[in-house]
T-cell receptor, first 114, second 113 residues
Framework: DTAVSQTPKYLVTQMGNDKSIKCEQN?????MYWYKQDSKKFLKIMFS???????INETVPNRFSPKSPDKAHLNLHINSLELGDSAVYFC?????????????FGPGTRLLVL | AQSVTQLGSHVSVSEGALVLLRCNYS??????LFWYVQYPNQGLQLLLK??????LVKGINGFEAEFKKSETSFHLTKPSAHMSDAAEYFC???????????FGTGTRLQVFP
């Protein structure tokens, strides 16, 4: 009965490959997010979706493409992986797209690009 | 524009001592402020948040924070540290017109016996 789940937990891949990370929330939330945490633990938002619609799209390379098939899922596809993409990627969700809403985070996906 | 500054990337305290983690914010709109905790190899968990109600906010695990507009601060405190409090703590800000959470750089809390 995990609230926000991500798969896989660990991902090791070669430069140039394409990979996807999946996220699912069973909280009934309308809004989902992707964050990137770098090696210095700095967290930065990448995208947010509200009811399957893209709301926030930070200055992320277009090699990163989020997809929301329904409001309980937000997947992240990464093309042509680069060394600098190595990081921990967190999915999060909240009731609605509002600044005061609590965001609930998944356990993270640790991506290592070799 | 919004930003958060966490003073001190590392804080060490003895078990039973006061915990004080500092956070200062900058915001062009009335801010909403959050403290999240991250245990090793885990996701972030909300400790507490300020959303323009009471300025003294109580959270989980005995933590509390006080919103001080005049000082643009939202420092996190706990009267008595436990070994289990050792973790990374993040302060974050958003606003009424955005749900984009802007995080600080984090403070690692170490608790010594």
């Amino acid at each position: 009965d995990t609230a926000v789940s991500q798969t896989p937990k660990y991902l090791v891949t070669q430069m140039g490959n394409d990979k996807s990370i999946k996220c699912e929330q069973n909280l009934g939330h309308d809004t989902m997010y992707w964050y990137k945490q770098d090696s210095k633990k700095f967290l930065k938002i990448m995208f947010s979706y509200n009811n399957k619609e893209l709301i926030i799209n930070e200055t992320v390379p277009n090699r990163f493409s989020p997809k929301s098939p329904d409001k309980a899922h937000l997947n992240l596809h990464i093309n042509s992986l680069e060394l600098g993409d190595s990081a921990v990627y967190f999915c999060a969700s909240s009731w609605k797209s509002s600044g005061q809403e609590t965001q609930y985070f998944g356990p993270g996906t640790r991506l290592l690009v070799l | 524009a919004q930003s958060v500054t966490q003073l001190g990337s590392h804080v060490s305290v003895s078990e039973g001592a006061l915990v004080l983690l500092r956070c200062n914010y900058s915001s062009s709109v009335p801010p909403y402020l959050f403290w999240y905790v991250q245990y090793p190899n885990q996701g972030l968990q909300l400790l507490l948040k300020y959303t323009s109600a009471a300025t003294l906010v109580k959270g989980i695990n005995g933590f509390e924070a006080e919103f001080k507009k005049s000082e643009t601060s939202f420092h996190l405190t706990k009267p008595s540290a436990h070994m289990s409090d050792a973790a990374e703590y993040f302060c974050a800000v958003s606003g009424y017109n955005t749900d984009k959470l802007i995080f600080g750089t984090g403070t690692r809390l170490q608790v010594f016996p």
